[in-house]
């Protein structure tokens, strides 16, 4: 009779915001998580807004572009915050998926290792870019951009392994990595066509002596002295060749495929905080298939 009266037993849920504290609180993760996720893409467009309000041309500036000039102070602020808004997921994200993998599976745990490192990695290359615009440290600013392009594709390729393997939605990771290399693909094909033709211009107006080095550093030196005639594609611009902003374009579609997966990857699984992610599996992943088949076969026999 006493039994009846007690209330039933219920599975425990883990919670992963204990410890207590606001660090690991639900209004610190979601705060960092919709703040990034507005910030970043906000940040893009008002800069693009100023670039097209200065009266540069529309199509199609580098993203980098945007970091300099009048539109310099937005940008640097709002993708510096952003990467700093990101850094604490990464490590959030580790935390939530943690329970998500199968111990025995040597590949998930791998992967469930390096991800967040990744990521940490792409926030801290963002606010690398943000903080050194190319005009005034190019080296400083083409490592940090290496950084994003390397990591953010070694993100979106591990991120569909990831999710396979663990049994959620895969197919956006490895689109994104198909789209990403395509894009990588043309960058390079039509930036090399670029510069040979900025530097034949750049030879024939008696501007420079010849060499893609001296072709990308007088651009530089134009966004110092005239930013409109940079902006405009005047003598001595990189945008002065038509390839340069195709180059412009697959860079934007290289980077925004890159924040938006990464994005959708830590709102998925930190969306559910403090419970979780696999609490709300999708389908079941290839190991636990295999498992019941062979469980199913020693039945039989």
């Known amino acids: ?31 960092c ?12 467009l008002v800069s693009y807004a100023i670039w ?12 980098s572009d945007l970091g300099c000039g009048p539109s310099m102070p937005v940008f640097m602020t709002g993708m510096t915050i952003s990467g700093l808004l990101v850094l604490p997921l990464c490590f959030d994200y580790g935390r939530a998926t943690r329970l998500c993998i199968h111990s025995s599976e040597p590949l998930q745990r791998y992967l469930h290792a390096a991800l967040p490192w990744c990521g940490m990695l792409i926030s801290i290359s963002i606010c690398g870019v943000a903080l050194n615009p190319w005009d005034r440290r ?5 490592i940090f951009a290496n950084g994003v392009f390397g990591c953010g594709f070694l993100f979106c390729l591990m991120a569909g392994c990831f999710n396979f393997l663990r049994g959620t939605s895969y197919r956006r990771g490895f689109a994104m990595v198909t789209l990403v290399a395509l894009c990588g693909i043309g960058t390079a094909i039509f930036g090399t066509l670029a510069l040979q033709g900025l530097t034949k211009q750049n030879i024939l107006n008696a501007v ?6 001296a072709t990308i550093e007088r651009s530089m030196h134009l966004i110092h002295e005239n930013f409109l005639d940079f902006c405009t594609g ?9 390839y340069t902003n195709v180059c412009g374009l697959l860079e934007h579609i290289i980077l925004g495929s890159i924040v938006a997966l990464a994005f ?6 930190l969306h559910t905080w403090p419970e ?10 290839p190991w636990r298939k295999n498992s019941n088949n062979q469980n199913a076969n020693e039945s039989t026999n």
């Open 33 to 44: 998580l919709y703040g990034s996720i507005v910030l970043a893409p906000l940040t893009w």
């Open 264 to 269: 959708a990857q830590i709102h998925f699984d």
């Open 234 to 242: 005047q003598l001595g611009s990189l945008h002065r060749d038509p």
């Open 52 to 63: 097209l309000g200065y009266g540069c041309m529309p199509f199609m500036p580098f993203v």
């Open 138 to 142: 190019l080296i400083l600013h083409g």
């Open 276 to 285: 979780p992610p696999c609490q709300f599996p999708c389908r079941h992943p």
């Open 208 to 213: 420079e002596d010849g060499k893609a080095k």
């Open 1 to 31: 009779m006493w039994a009846e009266l007690l209330p039933p037993t219920e599975e425990p849920v883990t919670d992963l915001s204990s410890p207590g504290g606001f660090w690991r609180s639900r209004r610190r993760v979601l705060g």
